[in-house]
């Protein structure tokens, strides 16, 4: 997934904490002005952030992008419907999935790849909440068995 290439821009952890994570995606993103430059200073925020199918097109909603610190009347809208590129088969096969009930478009990241800005969708399933609080007691478990090998071991 990581190669040399890629710098990241902003990662949704809410997103592996909130979902089921089944099948991951990476798109294009059409920006607009000083958006790109706001990307470069890691101005975004993309917790509350969905991904939407409208049209046969894929648009991500909910995604903050800061005006540039350095910018004129001109700066882009912070929070504003942005295309994602996808490719047809990609975007049926999404759409067959999220008309099932309860899954969902969620983005998990942005990043640079060969200087164009990317974004990591997932198709992903809302956790109950007590799905995360057995993944909360699993981790914890982890963590405990992983202390223990290493106590063992020094």
């Not at 099948?23 to 000083?34: C, I, R, Y």
């Not at 992903?124 to 995360?132: E, I």
Request: proline fraction near 3%; aromatic fraction near 6%; charge should be positive.
């Amino acid at each position: 997934m990581s190669s040399m290439s890629e710098r990241f821009i902003a990662r949704n952890k809410k997103a592996y904490h909130d979902f089921e994570i089944l099948e991951d995606f990476e798109a294009g993103l059409v920006l607009q002005g000083t958006e790109v430059k706001s990307l470069r200073e890691h101005r975004v925020t993309l917790k509350e952030s969905y991904a939407r199918i409208k049209g046969g097109e894929v648009w991500l909603e909910g995604c903050h992008i800061n005006p540039y610190s350095h910018g004129n009347i001109s700066n882009h809208e912070p929070v504003r419907p942005r295309k994602l590129l996808l490719h047809k088969r990609e975007i049926r096969r999404l759409l067959a999935k999220v008309m099932e009930k309860g899954w969902t478009l969620v983005p998990l990241s942005l990043y640079f790849s060969k200087g164009k800005v990317k974004v990591r969708i997932a198709l992903a399933r809302g956790k109950q909440s007590h799905d995360k609080r057995e993944a909360k007691k699993r981790r914890m478990v982890d963590r405990e068995i992983q202390a223990e090998l290493k106590r063992r071991r020094q």
